[in-house]
């Protein structure tokens, strides 16, 4: 009735303001009740009392609309109202389904209508996590929030009950409520059926209940199973109405999970079978040939030998486009019964675990199926079941464990299967280069090629690897990198290679080339292929590989030891022992360069012996190698030259000739330092021939991993090959590419050099002690140069800089002695009355050598800001921003403070920091991390007190957490600090974010 519904709106409006509307009250009293007499006019005589009685910002709200919707005459009443109510009235409609009546398109063209919809309401991951930490004082776990999301699909009522649930104490963890589902849930169910399904015409009635066993709503769907046309009417009508259905694409729908539950907890209370809806529904979807839809309702019926027919046609597709989790899902929900009669299934099951790095649960179902295959007499099934074994064996790089079983494969197959006796020729092929066996490999790859000609699989993996084994490095790496530009175009929808993934090997090669950025790179972006594929195995890889990142190029050991640590770590919980090699590998370099080396020597026997009892000799080798490497590095030359020998013989033995050839630097620079002249020449001669017929002189030029740790190291041996006439040309070459061909000697080792907090100094890895320097002046004389470092400065500059107060002839004496002092300091091994080489004269000038290696932490300061400036992809420009902010260990040369030559720069350094650090906190805070983007806020601030970037990144992660009154207290500090330090208010951009926050005006 319009009078009684305009006789309400009066009535609340009296609520406000008792005097309000006492003409439209006394019109609608009088006039003859429901006709247009008195509710038309008395309606516009509303809306003219309402604007002149309510001056303030209001709302009018009418819940419940669905209610009355449908009526025209209140249709009528609601859009007049909505068309002249003044500006500051503001009208607010509830409803479950939206108003059919109303010019809902004309308002929203208009601007005048905010459409607030069911996905508006749901709440989102973030908002739950926030929902349950900040009201409920619940504190979830991420899987958690996630699994809540994903089963209410953010509807707040359920998620009110779940947190209900939980306070009563009927269940204590959420995973008790999954596992009660529905019945946890039964107030919500209860609600349902009153609100919903009771109310619901029988006709929509039966619709629901007998289509809530299909996961996708089409009309062809709902017809066939209803056994009538007409379902496109009844799903527009239930989703337009509001009830639960949800449009997921053009004629296609889709119920609210829990609502879709309680559905189907109703079927047997109306007379319905689930079990037969659901073959009802897989016959549907058999004959239109969605075989996946029909496997899941035949699982669903506990149809499993149909089920199982119906996996067997999909499970090859499924494993070729990674999808395992799905295809495990499948095969797992059949009975053992149903399996031992398709032991074909119990391989695929296999190949899931396989694929996804659970390799004894693969080997256990592929040796179930062996055993069903034998007792059946099977052949060929046995053949797959042996190869799948073989392909764990493969993968974890056991090719003694391989090769037996493989042959045995290869014998059972039919001759008439040339595609599956290729693909075994592969296999063994494979498992021959890494048994080291490269003649027999390539013989037993080019039958499998001739085999399929054309049509056969691709090589390219096996390739790679036999190029890599027999250091054909240049040519791998052009492989690999074509292959990986191919690679970044295609989706991730595979199954992992295991140690054979692209970026992994690419980054294995960039570490022996010494390109420390891209040996970086590719591991980072092979952890993170391994985690997209759910391959804990390839994330070890990728953790191997990110540490022989971070030992070549500027070294961090501690990060390097940490990733060696995971995969180690990784590959034990995978119990494949063989993957530890690798990592061993790595610490036995990273312990051995870095001054321990018995904890080096562990390493390498260990992985030394993992290694040949899997039988790969290559890996050994280059553990041999390395620890040869370590010896000779801490002057253990002959241990050195023993190791170092049989590394060789073995690398003969797999026809590694670049591997060899760092043999061969590493036995010149053990004859060099024993003082041995014949055999230095001998092993030199050999050095550099190899060095260019492999085109590898980074060997000698660059931080490879094979190499020195400091190539600094190779200068000395060149300078001494040139002396003694072997390859000259050559060594020339490589000396004037080095900068230093002008220099008769070189002291084989760089600087490194510490200017961000007091001065410190080192020689490769041996730190100048305070006494090496004799005293202060040849210090301060250092950091001098250091400070104005690409340039010469002139000795009455010098002298007017750290002698301001003597007189020119003590300043002179005084300065010839600190300079004598500073080149004993930094070359103690200089023979007497040479000439330094880290500083140079010309005439009256003295600066820093520009062809000698000194690396001083400012310069990689500013270096890791400006690429992170220039870097478009966060997780890259937040790795480069910790790495360069990390070596902020204080003010620049903190302990010259008040010298003149310092205070510029000081300052230019102090705010580049400041930048930095906001700016790597403003990253963190996007990506979600906001404790740590705190905590490089608070860094920021404690050099800049007044840097409002780092207040306003600081008030959004307060924010974030929902924590207001940190919020309040920054702005207040913020303010509090411009006003006395600078006498200026916070920008408005910071007035402005605040306000957003808290939502009230800032303290005045």
Same mark, same amino acid.
């Given at each position: 009735?319009?009078?009684?519904?305009?006789?309400?709106?009066?009535?609340?409006?009296?609520?406000?303001?008792?005097?309000?509307?006492?003409?439209?009250?006394?019109? #609608?009293?009088?006039?003859?009740?429901?006709?247009?007499?008195?509710?038309?006019?008395?309606?516009?005589?509303?809306?003219?009392?309402?604007?002149?009685?309510?001056?303030?910002?209001?709302?009018?709200?009418?819940?419940?609309?669905?209610?009355?919707?449908?009526?025209?005459?209140?249709?009528?009443?609601?859009?007049?109202?909505?068309?002249?109510?003044?500006?500051?009235? %503001?009208?607010?409609?509830?409803?479950?389904?939206?108003?059919?009546? #109303?010019?809902?398109?004309?308002?929203?063209?208009?601007?005048? +209508?905010?459409?607030?919809?069911?996905?508006?309401?749901?709440?989102?991951?973030?908002?739950?996590?926030?929902?349950?930490?900040?009201?409920?004082?619940?504190?979830?776990?991420?899987?958690?929030?996630?699994?809540?999301?994903?089963? @209410?699909?953010?509807?707040?009522?359920?998620?009110?009950?779940?947190?209900?649930?939980?306070?009563?104490?009927?269940?204590?963890?959420?995973?008790?409520?999954?596992?009660?589902?529905?019945?946890?849930?039964?107030?919500?169910?209860?609600?349902?059926?009153?609100?919903?399904?009771?109310?619901?015409?029988?006709?929509?009635?039966?619709?629901?209940?007998?289509?809530?066993?299909?996961?996708?709503?089409?009309?062809? !769907?709902?017809?066939?199973?209803?056994?009538?046309?007409?379902?496109?009417?009844?799903?527009?009508?239930?989703?337009?109405?509001?009830?639960?259905?949800?449009?997921?694409?053009?004629?296609?729908?889709?119920?609210?999970?829990?609502?879709?539950?309680? +559905?189907?907890?109703?079927?047997?209370? %109306?007379?319905?079978?689930?079990?037969?809806?659901?073959?009802?529904?897989?016959?549907?979807?058999?004959?239109?040939?969605?075989?996946?839809?029909?496997?899941?309702?035949?699982?669903?019926?506990?149809?499993?030998?149909?089920?199982?027919?119906?996996?067997?046609?999909?499970?090859?597709?499924?494993?070729?486009?990674?999808?395992?989790?799905?295809?495990?899902?499948?095969?797992?929900?059949?009975?053992?019964?149903?399996?031992?009669?398709?032991?074909?299934?119990?391989?695929?099951?296999?190949?899931?675990?396989?694929?996804?790095?659970?390799?004894?649960?693969?080997?256990?179902?592929?040796?179930?199926?062996?055993?069903?295959?034998?007792?059946?007499?099977?052949?060929?099934? #046995?053949?797959?079941?042996?190869?799948?074994?073989?392909?764990?064996?493969?993968?974890?790089?056991?090719?003694?464990?391989?090769?037996?079983?493989?042959?045995?494969?290869?014998?059972? @197959?039919?001759?008439?299967?040339?595609?599956?006796?290729?693909?075994? +020729?592969?296999?063994?092929?494979?498992?021959?280069?890494?048994?080291?066996?490269?003649?027999?490999?390539?013989?037993?790859?080019?039958?499998?090629?001739?085999?399929?000609?054309?049509?056969?699989?691709?090589?390219?993996?096996?390739?790679?690897?036999?190029?890599?084994?027999?250091?054909?490095?240049?040519?791998?790496?052009?492989?690999?990198?074509?292959?990986? &530009?191919?690679?970044?175009?295609?989706?991730?929808?595979?199954?992992?290679?295991?140690?054979?993934?692209?970026?992994?090997?690419?980054?294995?090669?960039?570490?022996?080339?010494?390109?420390?950025?891209?040996?970086?790179?590719?591991?980072?972006?092979?952890?993170?292929?391994?985690?997209? #594929?759910?391959?804990?195995?390839?994330?070890?890889?990728?953790?191997?590989?990110?540490? %022989?990142?971070?030992?070549?190029?500027?070294?961090?050991?501690?990060?390097?030891?940490?990733?060696?640590?995971?995969?180690?770590?990784?590959?034990?919980?995978?119990?494949?022992?063989?993957?530890?090699?690798?990592?061993?590998?790595?610490?036995?370099?990273?312990?051995?360069?870095? !001054?321990?080396?018995?904890?080096?020597?562990?390493?390498?026997?260990?992985?030394?012996?993992?290694?040949?009892?899997?039988?790969?000799?290559?890996?050994?080798?280059?553990?041999?190698?390395?620890?040869?490497?370590?010896?000779? %590095?801490?002057?253990?030359?002959?241990?050195?030259?023993?190791?170092?020998?049989?590394?060789?013989?073995?690398?003969?033995?797999?026809?590694?000739?670049?591997?060899?050839?760092?043999?061969?630097?590493?036995?010149?620079?053990?004859?060099?330092?024993?003082?041995?002249?014949?055999?230095?020449?001998?092993?030199?001669?050999?050095?550099?021939?190899?060095?260019?017929?492999?085109?590898?002189?980074?060997?000698?030029?660059?931080?490879?991993?094979?190499?020195?740790?400091?190539?600094?190291?190779?200068?000395?041996?060149?300078?001494?090959?040139?002396?003694?006439?072997?390859?000259?040309?050559?060594?020339?070459?490589?000396?004037? !590419?080095?900068?230093?061909?002008?220099?008769?000697?070189?002291? !084989?080792?760089?600087?490194?050099?510490?200017?961000?907090?007091?001065?410190?100094?080192?020689?490769?890895?041996?730190?100048?002690?305070?006494?090496?320097?004799?005293?202060?002046?040849?210090?301060?004389?250092?950091?001098?140069?250091?400070?104005?470092?690409?340039?010469?400065?002139?000795?009455?500059?010098?002298?007017?800089?750290?002698?301001?107060?003597?007189?020119?002839?003590?300043?002179?004496?005084?300065?010839?002695?600190?300079?004598?002092?500073?080149?004993?300091?930094?070359?103690?091994?200089?023979?007497?009355?040479?000439?330094?080489?880290?500083?140079?004269?010309?005439?009256?000038?003295?600066?820093?050598?520009?062809?000698?290696?000194?690396? &001083?932490?400012?310069?990689?300061?500013?270096?890791?800001?400006?690429?992170?400036?220039?870097?478009?992809?966060?997780?890259?420009?937040?790795?480069?921003?910790?790495?360069?902010?990390?070596?902020?260990?204080?003010?620049?040369?903190?302990?010259?403070?008040?010298?003149?030559?310092?205070?510029?720069?000081?300052?230019?350094?102090?705010?580049?920091?400041?930048?930095?650090?906001?700016?790597?906190?403003?990253?963190?805070?996007?990506?979600?991390?906001?404790?740590?983007?705190?905590?490089?806020?608070?860094?920021?601030?404690?050099?800049?007190?007044?840097?409002?970037?780092?207040?306003?990144?600081?008030?959004?992660?307060?924010?974030?957490?929902?924590?207001?009154?940190?919020?309040?207290?920054?702005?207040?500090?913020?303010?509090?600090?411009?006003?006395?330090?600078?006498?200026?208010?916070?920008?408005?951009?910071?007035?402005?974010?605040?306000?957003?926050?808290?939502?009230?005006?800032?303290?005045?």
């Amino acid at each position: 009735d319009p009078v009684v519904f305009l006789l309400h709106v009066v009535s609340a409006l009296r609520l406000q303001l008792p005097e309000a509307a006492d003409s439209t009250l006394a019109f #609608l009293r009088q006039g003859p009740a429901g006709g247009p007499a008195s509710w038309r006019p008395a309606t516009d005589m509303l809306i003219n009392e309402i604007a002149d009685d309510l001056r303030t910002e209001s709302a009018l709200v009418i819940d419940d609309f669905h209610l009355v919707g449908d009526t025209p005459d209140i249709a009528y009443i609601v859009t007049r109202l909505a068309d002249y109510l003044p500006p500051n009235v %503001h009208l607010i409609l509830s409803a479950r389904q939206r108003p059919a009546l #109303l010019p809902l398109n004309r308002w929203k063209v208009k601007g005048h +209508l905010l459409e607030v919809g069911a996905e508006d309401l749901a709440f989102t991951v973030e908002e739950i996590d926030a929902l349950f930490r900040t009201q409920y004082r619940v504190q979830l776990a991420p899987a958690d929030v996630e699994r809540l999301a994903r089963e @209410t699909e953010g509807w707040v009522i359920a998620l009110q009950m779940i947190w209900k649930a939980l306070e009563s104490g009927s269940v204590s963890s959420l995973g008790e409520v999954w596992a009660a589902l529905p019945e946890a849930l039964d107030p919500l169910f209860d609600y349902l059926g009153k609100e919903v399904l009771h109310r619901a015409s029988p006709e929509r009635q039966h619709f629901l209940l007998v289509t809530s066993v299909l996961r996708s709503l089409t009309p062809e !769907g709902c017809d066939a199973m209803l056994g009538w046309s007409g379902s496109e009417t009844i799903l527009r009508g239930l989703c337009d109405d509001g009830l639960f259905v949800y449009q997921t694409g053009p004629n296609e729908y889709r119920y609210q999970h829990l609502f879709q539950d309680f +559905l189907q907890e109703q079927l047997a209370g %109306h007379g319905l079978s689930r079990s037969a809806l659901h073959r009802q529904a897989a016959r549907f979807y058999m004959e239109k040939g969605a075989t996946e839809e029909a496997v899941v309702h035949y699982l669903a019926a506990n149809d499993f030998v149909e089920a199982a027919e119906q996996i067997a046609t999909l499970a090859e597709g499924m494993i070729r486009t990674g999808r395992l989790d799905t295809l495990r899902n499948w095969i797992s929900a059949l009975p053992y019964a149903v399996l031992e009669d398709a032991p074909l299934l119990m391989v695929w099951l296999g190949d899931t675990y396989r694929l996804g790095s659970r390799f004894e649960e693969a080997l256990e179902w592929y040796s179930r199926a062996e055993a069903r295959f034998r007792a059946t007499g099977d052949n060929a099934g #046995l053949s797959r079941a042996l190869r799948a074994q073989g392909a764990v064996y493969l993968d974890t790089v056991r090719p003694l464990r391989a090769e037996a079983l493989l042959e045995e494969a290869l014998r059972l @197959t039919d001759e008439k299967d040339r595609r599956e006796r290729a693909a075994l +020729l592969e296999a063994l092929a494979e498992n021959r280069t890494n048994l080291g066996r490269l003649d027999e490999a390539k013989a037993l790859r080019q039958q499998a090629r001739e085999l399929l000609a054309s049509d056969g699989p691709s090589a390219a993996d096996l390739d790679v690897r036999v190029l890599l084994r027999t250091g054909r490095i240049a040519q791998a790496q052009a492989l690999l990198e074509e292959r990986a &530009a191919e690679e970044r175009a295609l989706p991730p929808n595979r199954p992992a290679r295991a140690h054979r993934e692209t970026l992994l090997l690419l980054s294995l090669i960039y570490a022996f080339r010494g390109e420390p950025e891209a040996t970086l790179r590719c591991a980072e972006d092979g952890i993170e292929v391994g985690r997209a #594929l759910r391959s804990p195995f390839v994330e070890a890889v990728g953790y191997m590989r990110l540490g %022989h990142a971070l030992q070549i190029g500027k070294p961090r050991p501690d990060e390097a030891e940490a990733c060696y640590r995971k995969a180690i770590a990784l590959a034990k919980s995978l119990q494949v022992s063989r993957a530890t090699v690798e990592p061993l590998w790595g610490l036995t370099r990273l312990y051995g360069f870095f !001054g321990d080396v018995g904890q080096a020597e562990s390493c390498a026997r260990e992985g030394i012996d993992i290694a040949l009892a899997a039988g790969d000799e290559w890996i050994a080798a280059l553990v041999r190698l390395t620890l040869g490497s370590v010896y000779v %590095h801490a002057g253990r030359v002959q241990e050195g030259i023993d190791e170092l020998a049989r590394a060789e013989t073995a690398f003969l033995r797999c026809s590694d000739a670049f591997a060899r050839t760092a043999c061969r630097l590493w036995l010149s620079l053990a004859y060099l330092r024993s003082g041995d002249p014949a055999a230095f020449a001998l092993h030199t001669d050999a050095l550099l021939r190899l060095v260019q017929e492999n085109d590898c002189a980074y060997l000698l030029t660059r931080p490879s991993f094979l190499g020195p740790a400091d190539p600094q190291g190779c200068i000395p041996l060149l300078m001494e090959a040139r002396r003694r006439r072997i390859h000259p040309a050559y060594v020339s070459r490589l000396l004037e !590419g080095l900068g230093v061909a002008e220099f008769e000697s070189h002291p !084989g080792y760089s600087l490194t050099v510490r200017m961000l907090g007091p001065l410190r100094i080192w020689r490769a890895q041996e730190e100048i002690a305070p006494r090496e320097w004799q005293r202060e002046k040849a210090r301060q004389l250092f950091a001098l140069l250091l400070a104005h470092r690409g340039e010469f400065l002139q000795r009455d500059q010098i002298l007017e800089y750290l002698w301001p107060r003597s007189d020119p002839s003590s300043a002179e004496v005084g300065f010839k002695v600190a300079l004598n002092a500073l080149n004993r300091a930094l070359e103690p091994q200089r023979p007497a009355r040479s000439a330094g080489f880290f500083v140079l004269r010309k005439e009256s000038a003295y600066g820093l050598n520009p062809a000698a290696a000194v690396l &001083a932490d400012v310069d990689e300061f500013e270096q890791c800001l400006a690429r992170a400036e220039q870097e478009p992809e966060p997780r890259r420009a937040i790795r480069l921003l910790r790495e360069g902010l990390s070596l902020y260990r204080g003010d620049y040369l903190s302990d010259f403070l008040y010298e003149e030559w310092t205070l510029r720069e000081r300052d230019r350094l102090r705010q580049a920091f400041v930048r930095g650090a906001a700016r790597l906190a403003g990253l963190l805070a996007d990506a979600g991390d906001c404790d740590e983007a705190a905590s490089w806020c608070q860094r920021a601030l404690a050099v800049d007190n007044c840097w409002e970037e780092a207040y306003r990144v600081l008030m959004r992660c307060y924010g974030a957490q929902g924590n207001r009154a940190m919020v309040i207290r920054t702005f207040e500090q913020c303010e509090s600090t411009l006003r006395s330090e600078l006498d200026a208010p916070p920008m408005p951009e910071t007035i402005d974010l605040y306000r957003r926050l808290v939502a009230e005006e800032p303290p005045r």
